[in-house]
């Protein structure tokens, strides 16, 4: 059992910045890929990127390429999602999601636990 828990989100401009955490605990031992996704009001969950065991395995929708970074820590039980040049269309509940194995998934039915999301709203 993995519990993952998201910080971070909030209120901004357009064109500003947030960083969003999401920790896990229980069971880390094991080796898992972290993935973010969103959802925003009347659409269907999205994936936002991916991380894999290996650091540097990454993945980004078009929608975020070169503006958003996911990375996670040393310990790698903390993944983070830098967000710049936030857009109106980026409102969303965003959700943290972590998958046993070492290699990242697009698809959010492949991930084994989920956080309970952290609210991003971009004001224009």
């Known amino acids: 059992q993995v519990t993952l828990v998201e910080s971070g989100g909030g209120l901004v401009q357009a064109g500003g910045s947030l960083r969003l955490s999401c920790a896990a605990s229980g069971r880390t031992s094991s080796s898992f890929a972290m993935g973010w996704f969103r959802q925003a009001p009347g659409k269907e969950r999205e994936f936002v990127a991916a991380i894999g065991w290996v650091a540097y395995s990454t993945y980004y929708a078009d929608s975020v390429k070169g503006r958003f970074t996911i990375s996670r820590d040393n310990a790698k039980t903390t993944v983070y999602l830098q967000m710049n040049i936030l857009k109106p269309e980026d409102t969303a509940i965003y959700y943290c999601?972590?998958?046993?194995?070492?290699?990242?998934?697009?698809?959010?039915?492949?991930?084994?636990?989920w956080g309970q999301g952290t609210q991003v709203t971009v004001s224009s």
């Open positions: 999601a972590a998958k046993y194995g070492s290699r990242w998934s697009l698809k959010h039915g492949e991930y084994d636990y």
